[in-house]
Every structure is written in structure tokens, then in C-alpha cells.
């Protein structure tokens, strides 16, 4: 039908009324079909744009011709509910390679958001292992804190000639050899003698706390 055969059909020099929709677009729906047949529009997405611009042409013609136009929602819900399913049939090779794109697409997305949970299990794991190790040396500042603990006195242990793994025995040793060497009574240096009974009395005092 041409477009003033459609205003004439449905009376629409008088506008546009909602009752005239159903039988109005099974009309331009028996038209898409005649012109894809026209066209030889099988699998060939091209030619079924062709059709369906014939169809939009005469939608304009139409709606430029009467009152108010026609309802531009109706040609979207025309063109959802039926042009779609219409090309999908039509034309099986485009819709079988857009559902293997958005398969694709689907399958993609699902590696990005495995990829994504397993980076984001990895940096949650250092996290909770670097809360654990910044507890642990935390509970130990507070337990050297209340316990009165102390370091080891290194300084002394070396004036000794010991390392802080040295027994009470080995103290005991090295502090009398070294007597024999600086004790004043032998001509040795009193400040050096001091500095030694010093360093035997830490370190005794350090091994019997340990």
C-alpha cells in the first residue's frame, strides 16, 4: 500500500489512535516480507537493511502526513518485538556470527573475572600474611615491653672476646685469662680491668636471665 492508502484504511487524516496498531504494523510486516522477497534478501543482511529502509520511508510518509505523526514508541516496540526476529531468520549467517561474537564477548569476560579473583585472592593472602608477620612483631615489642626484656650485650660479649652464645663457663674463662693480662696488681691497665669486670658482670647477669 502506498502511504495515503494507509491513511485511508485506517482514517488517520483524523490522527493517530491506539486501537489501529496491531492490524497497522501486521500491514507494513506483510510489506517488510514482500520487499525481502522483492530483493532476494535471504542471508543478506545488506538487502534486509534495503527492505526495512522501504518500510521506514512509508513509516515517515505516513506519520508527515497526518495530525500529530505516529507514535516514534511504536516503531521502536515494532522494531524489537518483530524486525529482530524477523532478520534473525532471515539472515542466519549475520546472526550466527553475532552469537559467537557475544559468546566470545561472554567467555572473555569470564577469564577477566577469574583473572581478576585470583589477582585479587594473591594481594588479599600478602595482605593478611603481612597483618600476621606486623602482629607478630608486634606482640613481641609488648612482650620485651612487660617482660623487662633485654638485648643481648653485644659490646661486652666482644670485650670478652665472646659471641652472646658464649655459656656462664666460657664468661667465667675468658674474664680470668683476660685478669691475668690487665689485673693493676701485675702491672696491667686498671681502666681496662674495670672495663672487663664490667662486661663479665652484664654478661653473667644477661646468660642467668636467658
Given at each position: ?81 518483530t524486525v529482530l526476529k ?57 612482650f620485651m615491653l612487660f ?52 662486661a663479665k658482670n652484664k ?8
Amino acid at each position: 500500500m502506498k502511504p495515503k492508502e494507509y491513511i485511508k484504511k485506517y482514517n488517520l487524516i483524523a490522527g493517530w489512535k491506539r486501537s489501529y496498531q496491531d492490524n497497522f504494523l501486521a500491514d507494513l510486516t506483510s510489506e517488510l516480507f514482500a520487499f525481502l522477497e522483492m530483493l532476494n534478501a535471504f542471508d543478506n543482511p545488506q538487502k534486509f537493511d534495503n527492505a526495512l529502509n522501504m518500510i521506514r520511508n512509508k513509516w515517515d510518509a505516513i506519520s508527515n502526513k497526518i495530525p500529530y505523526g505516529l507514535p516514534e514508541g511504536m516503531w521502536r516496540y515494532y522494531y524489537a518485538t518483530t524486525v529482530l526476529k524477523i532478520r534473525k531468520e532471515t539472515c542466519p549467517t549475520e546472526t550466527n556470527r553475532i552469537e559467537r561474537e557475544r559468546e566470545e564477548r561472554r567467555l572473555e569476560y569470564e577469564e577477566r573475572k577469574r583473572r581478576q579473583a585470583e589477582e585479587d585472592a594473591y594481594f588479599q593472602r600478602i595482605r593478611e600474611e603481612r597483618q600476621k608477620a606486623w602482629e607478630k612483631m608486634r606482640d613481641a615489642y609488648f612482650f620485651m615491653l612487660f617482660s623487662g626484656f633485654k638485648l643481648p650485650p653485644l659490646n661486652e660479649f666482644r670485650i670478652l672476646g665472646l659471641t652472646k652464645d658464649a655459656t656462664a663457663d666460657e664468661v667465667r674463662s675468658a674474664y680470668r685469662e683476660l685478669t691475668i693480662k690487665y689485673h693493676p696488681d701485675r702491672g696491667g691497665d686498671q681502666e681496662k680491668f674495670v672495663q672487663i669486670t664490667e662486661a663479665k658482670n652484664k654478661c653473667l647477669a644477661w646468660i642467668n636471665r636467658n
